[in-house]
């Protein structure tokens, strides 16, 4: 990528209404754009940061076993009725429309009724199941308050899986799977340390549901976190009887603020009675689908980590989900030759800062703003002993690499 040929620029300030560390570096440093209150457009670099969250996502859904499809973000309103979710005062998040032809729709804000609905076209059987789908998909939700930038939006992407079990004892097995792929998942983004199963509220067929808490600051949610065992409560359920009922000990509990990230829900028939999703089982007994929903917000999830995984000069990415790995200046007519060469050979991996307009300093300003993991400089200087100087945006080491040593890292 080339500086020069991107429309995007950096700005040295963010909009007044922008409270979180997060929305301001990634508005001011151009991953996204302000529509309105709670809606962002991903510019070039945050649309690349967050397909790189939604990829290492989409390769741990696969591990475990699913598949993927895309469900609508246009909905019919008699299948929501059927479950009794189309009132607003049931489900107060709905945006809905008019259609010309007459009649009304909503924007989906989640997806079991749709895809409940599709499943009666493909499981009758006891040998059509387990099924386990899963989508990237936009999520509509009217919510109160936006907040904290790409953290709580109205228009936002969700992986959102359903998984459709013959009963409670196949759906237990999935349900502990998918857990620990989200562990691997959060482990992968680089906020594995600081993220815990939580126990939330459960519904009709479980106790709890499973939350995903990250640590953060400007998080909207209170947990109770017991740092040895690696596991926290939802202040939702905090009591003395869950506590005794989960064997933890008060004394030992943090209380801390965090950001739900994901979370894994038991439905149970509740979706499968409404809507007569059924099958036949080995006696060719016709028998109720058992259900669970297992969420994840990568764009919260990118909120997030840039919250947490910033300093005083802007973001700092972890590798695996940075737009580009490394952020070259050249400095010099024959350092400038010499990265745009560089820059040639792995274009996907670099972004080359080949502007004419801009200074060294704000060169070097702009790879911190960026969050890129490595800045490369390339002058007369090192050049004149055949070298680039690597500097690590996270630890601000300073070390000088023979040019083969680079490139054969870009190979
Ligand atoms: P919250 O309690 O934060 O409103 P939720 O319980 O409504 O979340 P789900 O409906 O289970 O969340 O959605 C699954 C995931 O989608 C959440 O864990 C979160 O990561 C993400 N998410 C939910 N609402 C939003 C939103 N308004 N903006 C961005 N991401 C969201
Ligand atoms: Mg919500």
Known sequence: MKLSQSFTKTTKTAPADEASRSAKYL?????????????????????????????????????????????TALQPKDVWEATDRWSDDVMDVWFKTKLNAGGELGLAPTHEEPLTHVMKSYISSYKDLPVYAYQFQTKFRNELRAKSGIMRTREFMMKDLYSFSKNREEHDVFYEKCADSYKKIFNRLGIGNDTFRTFASGGAFSKYS??????????????????????????????????????????????????????????????????????????????????????????????????????????????????????IVGIGEKGEEMAAKLHD?????????????????????????????????????????????????????????????????LA
């Not at 004419?356 to 050049?383: C, H, Q, W």
Request: aromatic share 8%; with cysteine.
């Open 210 to 327: 499973d939350e995903f808490q990250t640590l953060c600051e400007v998080g909207e949610d209170i947990i109770y976190l017991d740092r040895e065992k690696g596991i926290a409560v939802n202040e939702e359920v905090y009591n003395d009887e869950v506590l005794a009922d989960l064997g933890l000990d008060k004394s030992k509990l943090e209380q801390c603020k965090a950001a739900e990230v994901g979370n894994i829900f038991t439905l149970g028939y509740r979706f499968s009675d409404a809507l007569d999703l059924c099958y036949n089982d080995e006696d060719g007994k016709r028998q109720k689908v058992f259900m669970g929903s297992y969420g994840i917000g990568p764009s919260r999830v990118m909120g997030v980590i840039a919250e947490k995984l910033s300093d005083d000069k802007g973001l700092i990415w972890p590798e695996e989900i940075a737009p580009y790995k490394y952020y």
């Open 27 to 71: 508005l001011r440093a151009g991953y996204i754009y302000k529509e309105m209150a709670g809606v962002y457009d991903y510019l070039p670099l945050g649309m690349r940061t967050l397909e790189k969250i939604i990829q290492i996502i989409r390769e741990e859904m696969n591990a475990i076993g699913s598949e993927e499809l895309r469900l």
């Open 345 to 409: 050979m792995a274009p996907e991996d670099i972004i080359l800062d080949d502007r004419k307009n801009a200074r060294t300093g704000e060169k070097f300003a702009d790879a911190e703003l960026m969050g890129i993991p490595y800045r490369v400089v390339i002058s007369d200087k090192t050049l004149a002993d055949n070298k680039v100087e690597l500097k690590n945006r996270k630890t601000d080491e300073t070390k000088l690499l023979t040019l083969d040593e680079f490139t054969s890292k």
